[in-house]
């Protein structure tokens, strides 16, 4: 993976700013809704560890999913920034865990935590990546092409 990264880096041109760098990196994966999902377990992270006065508010065993759903929100966001292929798998899998977050962690967050990682998992499986500029031109060729004559006897 790094042979790839890097072999994209040598191809950019040395004027290129490091912003057009990183926005043309953003641009080919889900950045939003794994930015977003990682924000929704961290703010469930916070909201599970509360603290209100003398009272200690957690559920589950000992509080372990208030602990452990916050953990997998932020590495799904961030294997989905890191791993595009796998869009749809890690954004219906955020999607499955923030909606449970609501009965597991301090309703889900007190609905901000929920709420983030939702839509979060939503942008997440909704992201498409664009078609290349080559690959469009090889579709156009295809379709710039004469269908063949159908054959006598057959009906069209």
Do not use: C
């Not at 641009?27 to 200690?56: N, W, Y």
């Not at 929920?114 to 031109?137: Q, S």
């Amino acid at each position: 993976m790094l042979l790839i990264v890097a072999a994209h880096h040598a191809d950019a041109p040395a004027t290129e700013g490091a912003w057009a760098r990183f926005r043309g990196w953003r641009r080919r994966r889900p950045f939003l809704g794994g930015v977003l999902t990682a924000l929704g377990g961290i703010e469930l992270f916070f909201s599970g560890q509360l603290d209100i006065g003398k009272i200690h508010v957690q559920l589950g065993i000992e509080g372990l999913q208030a602990t452990i759903i916050p953990i997998l929100l932020v590495l799904l966001g961030v294997l989905a920034i890191a791993m595009p292929a796998h869009r749809i798998f890690y954004g219906v899998i955020a999607l499955a865990v923030a909606v449970y977050s609501l009965v597991g962690v301090n309703l889900g967050g007190f609905f901000i935590g929920m709420l983030l990682a939702t839509v979060g998992g939503i942008l997440t499986v909704a992201w498409m990546p664009k078609k290349d500029a080559a690959a469009v031109d090889d579709a156009d060729a295809v379709d710039d092409e004469p269908a063949p004559a159908p054959r006598e006897g057959t009906a069209a």
